[in-house]
């Protein structure tokens, strides 16, 4: 017996030396496992970086950030960002108009007035748009949602802003919805039931109420949503054409940043040309432009989030 308990007492204490061990490595790995993404982020900046100054040794900065002529193929390159720009802020503009009301919307009647059934209903075909690939949604703006806008209005050119903003703004839609909803219900039914008992319409709860409870989930839905129509590039490289154009029409063909990162990648740019080095001048603009979004985002969500 005394045999028996020794050598249970010896087994018991290696399996506390394992656990130990375990308990010790848990963290480290986890840090590994995190320091991946970190590394990663670091090395497309130092690429990006480290590519950008090659170009800019070639192109002037002044040039790249100041003229309105972006002309990488022809014979005489003209190096104006601010045509891609233009662009693309043109796709974003006409997204976010069209999905934030949209998704707002639908967030304010899943959270609020959806019974529990249809919410389980509705919500997840909701978010099968976001599921789609996006070179679907391309092609769906250029063969279905152009040739439905031509015929409304006719001064709208096959390749166009409108059509694949549009677009764009169907593809954001379950991401403004979803994070709005999350943010409306986390919002205690305590705010809801005192509203209603001082004697406020269940419209003027919304409004009054949840809405400015739940604005930093909201705002911060929407700057994501934003940068994720800035980065986009099926739609835009299937749908906007391949025209830089730094106007503000959005019935003529356009292109832009992530658009034409596609087209230098497609192998249209030799290897070691001006035209090949701007494709990470255009990257590292479409990386800041995503990162101040992030910060936007990450600033409003600190501002105005409340504490229940």
Known sequence: MSEYNIQKM???KK???SSAFIEKMVPIILLLITLVSVLTTIGIL???LSETIVFFTRVSPIEFLTSTEWSAFSSDPQWGIFAL???TLKITVIAVIFAVPVGLGAAIYLSEYASDRV???IKPILEILAGIPTVVYGFFALTFVTPLLRGIWSEVNLFN???PGLVVGVMIIPMIASLSEDAMSAVPNTMREGALGLGSTRLEMVFKVILPAAISGILSSIVLAVSRA???TMIVSIAAGSTPNASINILESLQ???GFIVQVASGDATYGTDTYFSLYAVGMTLFVFTLIMNVVAQWLSRKFREEY
């Open 10 to 12: 010896i087994s018991e």
């Open 15 to 17: 399996g506390r030396r």
């Open 46 to 48: 130092v690429t990006l």
């Open 85 to 87: 720009i233009m662009g």
């Open 119 to 121: 919410r389980r209903i």
């Open 161 to 163: 802003a409108l059509s």
């Open 230 to 232: 800035i980065g986009e």
């Open 256 to 258: 832009t940043m992530t």
